[in-house]
């Protein structure tokens, strides 16, 4: 990874985000690359009764969103890779899924478990 490159995805809708952008369109000796918004993967899950969530590292967010959402409706499934430590602790407390589905959590981090 190149510490002097960045990216960030930010979508122009209100004060703040519009504010940012204005900032990040004068003129500088460390340039900026917007682009976006993208939409989640999970905007068709309400047309299915059977979800299959798949994510790695922090891609994990937007699938919790559809399991909260959805859990009780239709049978959620995950497959999710993580290789930090700290975040796979703190997502297994929020996981919410129900009986009905299943869950692959693959452990990819060098640090004892």
Not at 4 to 20: D, I, S
């Amino acid at each position: 990874s190149n510490p002097n490159l960045r990216q960030v995805f930010m979508l122009n809708v209100g004060n703040w985000t519009k504010e940012v952008h204005a900032q990040l369109q004068r003129n500088t000796v460390r340039p900026a690359w917007i682009q976006g918004p993208f939409v989640s993967p999970y905007n068709n899950a309400l047309a299915f009764d059977n979800t299959i969530c798949v994510a790695t590292g922090i891609g994990i967010t937007p699938a919790l969103s559809v399991i909260r959402a959805h859990r009780d409706s239709r049978r959620i499934n995950l497959i999710w890779a993580c290789r930090d430590v700290a975040m796979l602790e703190f997502f297994m407390d929020h996981l919410w899924l129900n009986n009905d589905g299943w869950i692959l959590i693959f452990y990819t981090g060098k640090e004892a478990l």
